[in-house]
């Protein structure tokens, strides 16, 4: 039997409010000047790649507006999620590893073969502490790259379910999520980067970035591309 069609509606489509909208262009507006620009993926696989003993790999995926109260139903549960602070600023984001890689990585960093992965339950004591191990190195990484925005960030907590998270992290806030596919060997996952609304308001804007390194970066990266647009034609009229 032909699958029913459904008529396509605009009214469907999630409603963004202005801040909403304002924020997450601020966030694109700067991507490219952040950690996860291009050299990003080699660097963390250095880094990472002899510690857990795979192939790490990570995709960009998207950024999505997450409205007030709605971030206890986006996060698994259980869960694999990281309290960061950004200091100075008593603001913190949240980081959340599918549960399943996160064991998959512990179970290498401790000898096994990352065939025991079940992610059904959450982390124990002692794998939280291992994982925090792995996330510091990845900190670690992108705190050079973050001091130009003068925030420092340090990781406060791992939590693996939503009861325990409430007590550190305020999950009503609306926030902005950017999610990106993560490859652990031949698993496919996802990570995802929650940042609250009220802290991209402020710090985020979308004007171009100042003189320094983070300008350097960005025209870098236009350059990188100028062979896309190179042969395009448009009419000039005087």
Known sequence: MAKKLRKYRLQ???RLTRAQVRATNALLCHLPQTPFE??????LREVL???????IDVWFDGVRAVAQGELKRVLAEPTCVAVLGLSPRTDKALLEVDLTIAQMAIDKILGGNAEDADGQRPLSEIEDGVFSFILLKVLQLVATDLAETQLSVKLEAV?????????????SDPCLCLSFKLFFGQKAGFARFYLPLALMREVATEAPPSPGPA?????????DRI?????LTAPLVI
Do not use: C, I, Y
């Open 227 to 231: 062979d896309l647009v190179r042969l």
């Open 215 to 223: 300008l350097q970066r960005a025209l870098q990266r236009l350059h």
């Open 12 to 14: 469907d489509l999630p």
């Open 159 to 171: 939590h693996g379910t939503l009861a325990s998270l409430k007590e550190r992290f305020p999950t």
């Open 49 to 55: 790649a002899p510690l857990l003993k795979a192939d």
């Open 38 to 43: 291009q050299g990003f993926k080699a660097r």
